[in-house]
């Protein structure tokens, strides 16, 4: 390519990759070699030459039907407007826990939560990789975050049914095992505790955030009869779907008869039979921001520590009611 523009292999480099230190007529002369050799510049090669890496590794852990789920499109949403915005190229992973993770691949890795790969997060730590957590308040860890406040989350639901008159509150709770399902459950026990509120056990369904769980649960709360409760909060909008279907097929009125609120805010909220309230989480602005923050540290313009917690936000549709007697 030198050769054909007579010009330096120097003035090659520097036209490929983009300096101003370049006489405008031998830029012409290697533009039209490049063209002429249908060169494509190894991006690899350019990356390892620089020291710089312009790629960002997502690591989320996997589980059924994640390609379906709303939280999951949301995070890999915004992470990729982000990178599309600051021309950063994204390499995503999906994890067990223990497949190997390319390191050399990225110039920095986000993890979608932590589930089961926290090793991965400590390896990636102790290897010097600039990594930012989403959607884990992870203070036990030397790394940076940003998630939503899961337990405000709670605290807003149990509000909001208590402002409307309900003393009989039950709830479905995510998988207690992340930190998401557990801070939400604790947040709406801690309000109604502190309001002197019964919750009894009988109220409360430990689920998972499935379908399946929400079935299992509304239909325990049925059976109580004359002692069901007269609403429910649900850690997702998807187990709060669920319900509100098999209230309505025993021929039930919500929120006439019970009250549902749910989680997260995403489409099933506006397209069921009844508008569902929910508590919105700002799952495509957290994984935005992620983006960008990671993207300050890797490029050395920020080295203070990160941590950041969103507030969640009361959304307010048809699915709840004041308590009637």
């Not at 989320?60 to 915005?85: D, L, Q």
């Amino acid at each position: 390519m030198a050769r054909r523009a007579k010009v330096s292999i120097a003035t090659v480099s520097r036209v490929i990759n983009n300096l101003s230190t370049v006489a405008p007529e031998n830029r012409a002369k290697v533009e039209e070699a490049i063209a002429h050799l249908k060169f494509i510049p190894n991006i690899s090669a350019q990356r390892l030459a620089s020291g710089h890496n312009n790629s960002i590794g997502l690591v989320m852990p996997g589980y059924p039907g994640m390609f379906h789920s709303f939280y999951a499109i949301e995070i890999i949403r915004g992470i990729g407007h982000a990178c599309e915005t600051l021309n950063l190229d994204l390499v995503f992973h999906i994890t067990n826990g223990f497949n190997p993770i390319n390191y050399n691949a990225v110039g920095g890795i986000i993890f979608a939560d932590i589930i089961e790969n926290r090793r991965q997060v400590e390896e990636a730590v102790s290897l010097g990789i600039p990594c930012m957590i989403i959607n884990n308040q992870a203070d036990e860890l030397e790394v940076d975050y940003i998630a939503v406040d899961n337990r405000l989350g709670g605290e807003i639901a149990a509000d909001y049914l208590y402002s409307l008159g309900h003393r009989k509150i039950a709830t479905v709770t995510g998988n207690l095992n992340t930190q998401s399902g557990a801070l939400r459950f604790e947040g709406f026990k801690n309000y109604l505790d502190n309001k002197k509120c019964v919750c009894p056990e009988t109220f409360i369904f430990k689920g998972d955030y499935s379908r399946r769980s929400a079935h299992m649960a509304i239909e325990q709360f049925l059976a109580l009869g004359k002692d069901r409760p007269t609403s429910i909060f649900a850690a997702s909008d998807e187990m709060a779907s669920e319900m509100i279907g098999v209230i309505m097929e025993n021929g039930l009125k919500v929120p006439d008869d019970i009250s549902v609120i749910g989680f997260d805010d995403g489409p099933s909220c506006l397209f069921g039979t009844v508008g569902l309230t929910t508590v919105k989480q700002p799952l495509f602005e957290m994984a935005e921001k992620a983006v960008r923050l990671l993207h300050n540290v890797i490029q050395h313009k920020d080295q203070t520590r990160q941590r950041l917690t969103l507030p969640p936000q009361l959304v307010i549709r048809e699915s709840c009611g004041s308590f009637r007697k």
